[in-house]
Each structure stands twice: as C-alpha cells, then as structure tokens.
C-alpha cells in the first residue's frame, strides 16, 4: 500500500447531532471539502493543517464538520481526491452498539447452555461443569458459571471485579441506557436484565470464595491455553489456583459495591454479598505476599500478577465504608490516602474505584479536606490527558510508550477519567475530549479501524477469540486490544516491525497482544458509553 496515499479517518458509526465532528485525512495540503446528502451539497469549508504528528510518522488534516446536525446519512468530499468519507447523524447512531457491546458479556458465559435461539452462531453446549482441584491438592471445589475472560476459557477474579464495576458504575451513570431488552434469558424477571447478567458473574465469584477462611482464590483455568474451539470442547481438568490478596480485596470491594446495586431486587442476594465481602476484607487484613501472586506449577494461563496491592486494599476500604458506616473501613481508607490517594481504572490499578465510593459516600461522615484533595487530584490526571490529548491531531490522550498491550483499555479509561472531571467541574472541555477517545475505537485512529468488531466499514475480522474462530465468525461487539508496540508475539513482530506505535495493530488471529479481547475491556467501553451519551 502507498503510505502517502490520502486517507479519510472518522467515527465510522457516525456522530449524534450536536457532537463535535472532526474528521481527519492524512497526506494532504489545505483543501476545500464538501459535505453531501442525497448528492446535493449541504456544507463546505477548508482543512485545517496540515499537521505534522511525530508519534504516527504522518502529517494530518482536519475537516470539522460539526455544523451539521442535521439526521442523515453523508458524504464528505475533498476536491480531486477519489477517497470520500461516509458519516451518519443521527440521535439512535449507538443504538445497535450498545446492545451488542452488552450482549458480549452473555456469550462469554460459562458453565451453561447458550440455545441458538438467543446466541445464534454462539449457541453452545453447557460448559467447564467439573469439579475443580485446587491446586496441589486433592479437594475440589465447584467453580462453575461467570463469563470466559477474554480470548480464552479462563476465568479471573481481580479481571471480574474491575469488570463488575465498570458495570455497575455505567447503570449509575445513565440507567436509561440499559433500560432495554438485550435479549437476555432473564430479562422477564423483575430485576433488570442488565443487572441479572451481572449477577451471573458475582454468582461465580462468591464460588471462589473459601468460606472457612474468608480468602478468595485467584482464578480457575486449565493448566494450560486450549486451542481454538468452542468452550464445551475444552476437556482438561480444570485448576484453581492459589488464594492471592488482589483476587481477596478486590472481591471484597466488588461485594460492597453490590449489595447497593441488587438490594432493591434480591434482599437475599445482596446480603449474601455484604456478608462475603466483611469476611474477604477480615482475611485480607491477614495477608502479605510479597512480590503479589504467581502461577503456580504447572499453569501458564493468564497471570494477572500485580506486586502492588495497596491500591485493592484502599478500594475495598472505601467500598465497605460507603456500604456500612462502619468506622474501621473509614480508618483504613483514610491511612492510606494520606500516605498517598490511588487512581486507575485497570485490573492493576483500581484506586479510582476507591475514590469514587468515598466520594459519593452520604449517608456516612467523611472528611472534607481529603475528598476535596482527591478531587484535585483526579481534575490534575485529566489535565495532563488533555495535554498530551492536543498534541494529537486525532486528539487521543496515549503518548507514545503507552501503546501497550491493551492500549484501547487505557484509550476508554483515559475517557473515563476525563469523564470524571466532567462530572467534577461542569466543565465541557473534559467531555469533549472523553468523545474523541471514544470516537478514536470507532475509527478516528492512524490504522482506521473500527476497533469493535462488526461495526464499522473497516473492523477486525479475526481476532484472538475462540468461539470466533471455532465458527470462522467474528462475534459482534468485542473492542480489541489495538496497537502494541512492544510486538509481543509472532504475528505483531511478522506485519509491525516497521510501524510507528499507533500503527502496530494486525487483524491476526494469532496476534494475542493487539487482537486478543477482553471483558474489562469491553466494560471500559460501556462505561465511557453510558458517561458520554
């Protein structure tokens, strides 16, 4: 492919009406575009730049097309350029993601039927129903149901919990949103679909917890990765691996946050919760291992190891105070963020989910100079996103070592953060800027790809997701990894060993570290989704 061929980059869903629209095309001087519908021509203007961006390797253009609001299907044209870009307008544009984007999280699940009739191609036999042994030893445990984490069979607390928040804090954020039927099996019951679908996957997670000790073990897999076929022909035997801190904590914090969730639908449930969540954070108290968790012998799934575990133990602090006044929790919270307050969104870091419980704690006392310092803290993280977001001609809030794996996590987190000073300030700037994150997983990005699969002109076609493969079908509504620089395996080192940061994303199978999907990635979406519609 010519690399100085002019390329036309945008959200490829569309924008609703009264969204900033900028769209970016690369490799052209100051041009005069049109903007089309139905063949006549509704708005014209000149680009601004061109603009040289380093990280990328490439010099950009924008055409901002923001003026149009209007519902409506369009076509933007630049004089003497074949390539067009076409864009819709339209309030319902997000509709159709929502849902599928929703959905993921029922075709992940384990330990279940899925009948053709609700998943389609998905359908599958029920699944990973064994005992499971913990390992290195002779007991077993029933571990069965929660979803398949990612591209894989494997199922991981510290993943589930995050996963399980993000969730619970998009129903807070914009319930009528998830005010629809997603075709779920329960969504006849009297709780909300959305909310029984999560409760699915705390059901599992209360099954991890060791009820004689309070601790909460850190994952169930096979003792290694099976090939790529459907779930119920993944045979070994399936392990449990040792109880770690991380897993204990954020189990423990996700508990809390649940019972607030599910007390006004199952009573009985939600105090199931609180009651795991007291005795995981007891155990926790307990626990120090140095250097965090390992796989044991003899297991190469997915680690999730973390040699920080501060960050958990303040989370589920915050968490338990909000849910009970209990001033031990106060305490400990409040130590901790003295000596430093934590942020992150991630599976590693989840100091935000502290600070956002303690922030919205009211029915219990807590200490105004310490909430007002958090919140300078988090407007300053948002601050310095929309420094490196200017620098940017596609506005994204990545410098250029943090195309990592999982880069269009931190790309929704990044959102979500400014989201978060949005909500703090009232200030608009931070919205603004949270939409282009969102508008960059949709297409507006140096590879243009639509990072969610099946939606979009340009969308991975062959991600790193077993079931995907298993049908030869990629399932619709998975945000992939995107572009990892670090090219840590065979695929991404064969196709991006020549490419800048943002462009080291391959539609591979193989390529695990940009195309593999996750469900805390798609829960960052949502999350960002439900701030910003």
């Not at 022909?233 to 904590?249: F, G, I, N, R, Y």
């Not at 340009?458 to 079931?467: I, S, V």
């Not at 539609?507 to 996750?518: A, G, I, K, M, R």
Request: aromatic share 12%; glycine share 8%.
């Amino acid at each position: 492919m010519d690399e100085k061929r002019v390329q036309i980059f945008g959200n490829q869903l569309g924008y609703l009406p009264d969204d900033v629209k900028k769209i970016i095309i690369k490799n052209i001087t100051k041009k005069e575009f049109s903007v089309y519908c139905e063949e006549e021509s509704v708005y014209t203007g000149i680009t601004d730049g061109p603009f040289l961006n380093l990280i990328a390797g490439e010099e950009d253009s924008i055409a901002d097309v923001s003026a149009i609001r209007k519902p409506g299907t369009y076509t933007l044209k630049i004089e003497g350029i074949t390539e067009v870009f076409i864009f819709s307008v339209d309030e319902a544009v997000y509709e159709e993601l929502i849902g599928k984007t929703v959905r993921f999280f029922y075709l992940q699940r384990c330990g279940c039927r899925l009948p053709k009739i609700l998943a389609g191609d998905f359908a599958h036999e029920s699944c990973h129903g064994s005992m499971a042994r913990i390992h290195g030893t002779n007991q077993y445990i029933r571990a069965n149901g929660g979803w398949h984490d990612a591209g894989d069979y494997g199922r991981y607390i510290v993943a589930a919990a995050v996963t399980v928040a993000d969730l619970l804090l998009s129903y807070d954020a914009n319930p009528k949103m998830f005010a629809r039927d997603f075709r779920l099996p329960e969504t006849s019951t009297s709780m909300p679909g959305y909310l029984s679908e999560i409760k699915y996957e705390l059901e599992w997670m209360l099954r991890m917890q060791d009820m004689k000790t309070g601790k909460v073990y850190h994952k169930v897999t096979c003792e290694n990765f099976c090939g790529f076929c459907m779930p119920e022909d993944e045979k070994e035997e399936l392990v449990v691996s040792p109880e770690s801190v991380t897993a204990t904590a954020t189990f423990s914090a996700v508990m809390a946050m649940a019972m607030e969730y599910f007390m006004p639908y199952d009573e009985t449930f939600a105090k199931s919760c609180i009651k795991a969540s007291i005795k995981a954070y007891d155990a926790m108290k307990g626990m120090f291992i140095p250097g965090g968790f390992h796989n044991p012998k003899g297991i190469v799934t997915g680690e999730y190891g973390d040699t920080q575990d501060i960050d958990e133990r303040y989370w589920a602090a915050a968490q338990l105070y909000k849910a009970t006044g209990e001033e031990n929790y106060r305490r400990d919270f409040e130590n901790y963020a003295v000596r430093k307050i934590y942020h992150g969104y991630g599976w590693e870091e989840v100091g935000t989910f502290g600070n956002i419980a303690y922030l919205t704690t009211q029915k219990y006392a807590t200490d105004i100079t310490l909430k007002d310092k958090i919140k300078q803290e988090i407007i300053a993280i948002a601050d310095d996103l929309m420094m490196v977001s200017e620098a940017d001609p596609y506005e994204t809030t990545l410098k250029e070592n943090e195309y990592c794996w999982g880069s269009n996590m931190y790309v929704a987190e990044n959102g979500n953060h400014l989201c978060d000073a949005y909500n703090l300030t009232g200030d608009n700037k931070y919205l603004s800027k949270a939409k282009e994150q969102f508008h960059y997983l949709l297409g507006k990005n140096p590879t243009g790809y639509s990072y969610v699969t099946g939606f979009g002109q340009k969308t991975p076609e062959n991600p790193h997701h077993r079931p995907s493969a298993a049908v030869k079908k990629a399932m619709e509504g998975m945000l992939v990894g995107g572009p990892d620089s670090r090219l840590q395996d065979s695929a991404a080192q064969e196709y991006c060993s020549t490419k800048a940061a943002p462009n080291c994303y391959v539609d591979n199978l193989e390529s695990y570290s940009t195309n593999e999907v996750s469900i805390y990635w798609n829960s960052a979406l949502i999350y960002l989704m439900a701030v910003i519609m």
